[in-house]
């Protein structure tokens, strides 16, 4: 069964750097997501992305969030200077339409220090 | 602006005794439902939706949830429960008009043998 995946699964970042995690989303799925866990707390929106351009983004998404979709099979979300309160699971998903369930990957667990 | 309650922190249920996690939502318009199931160190799994129709719906593992929109409340169930069905539960829903979803805090199941 066609799986999302995220790589890598632990980052550890020191305040202020740059980070990319990235995300291969089901072949054939059309919409993709960002959403993140801060430990304990909900799983929070962040943005939504079809055909090649954000549709969505949540107030969290400030001008230190992109996202790109570089090669047609990646989908990679960056963050151009961390802070210690980014420190959370970041999960990818996709789904095959808009209003379908979307299908989540295994996380990428960011720790910035 | 949409949002989810899930009313219990933690569920204990004997195995093999039928189990329910609560979840109660808030939507502008009609709602698309869903629950996720999150074991350890791993993403969310979809386990079911509802969209339209039967109230009743039935989903992955065994695990059905019913719709009732004049208490709306989505609550899941199973009529007996597993060891290996403890896990962190959320509940989530997004309206049509709109794509992301809202997750609920969550609720961890725990099955005792």
């Known amino acids: 069964e066609p799986e999302v995946t995220q790589t890598p699964s632990h980052q550890v970042t020191q305040m202020g750097q740059e980070v990319i995690l990235r995300c291969v989303p089901i072949?054939?799925?059309?919409?993709f997501y960002w959403y993140r866990q801060i430990l304990g707390q909900k799983v929070e929106f962040l943005v939504s992305?079809?055909?090649?351009?954000?549709?969505?983004k949540s107030e969290i998404f400030d001008d230190q969030f992109s996202v790109e979709r570089p090669d047609g099979s990646n989908f990679t979300l960056k963050i151009r200077s961390t802070k210690l309160e980014d420190s959370a699971m970041y999960f990818c998903a996709s789904a095959p339409e808009r209003e379908y369930e979307q299908y989540f990957g295994p996380g990428t667990r960011l720790t910035v220090t | 602006a949409q949002s989810v309650a899930q009313p219990e922190d933690q569920v204990n249920v004997a195995e093999g005794n039928p189990l329910t996690v609560k979840c109660t939502y808030s939507?502008?318009?009609?709602?698309?439902l869903f629950w996720y199931v999150q074991y350890p160190n791993r993403g969310l799994q979809f386990l079911l939706k509802?969209?339209?129709?039967?109230?009743l719906v039935k989903g992955s593992y065994g695990f059905e949830a019913e719709f009732n929109k004049s208490q709306t409340s989505f609550h899941l169930k199973k009529p007996s429960a597993l060891v290996s069905d403890s896990a962190l539960y959320f509940c989530a829903v997004r309206d049509r008009g709109n794509t992301p979803l809202v997750f609920g805090k969550g609720t961890r199941l725990s099955v005792i043998a």
């Open positions: 509802y969209i339209t129709g039967d109230n």
């Open positions: 992305f079809y055909n090649n351009e954000i549709s969505e």
């Open positions: 072949s054939n799925h059309l919409y």
């Open positions: 939507v502008s318009g009609n709602p698309y």
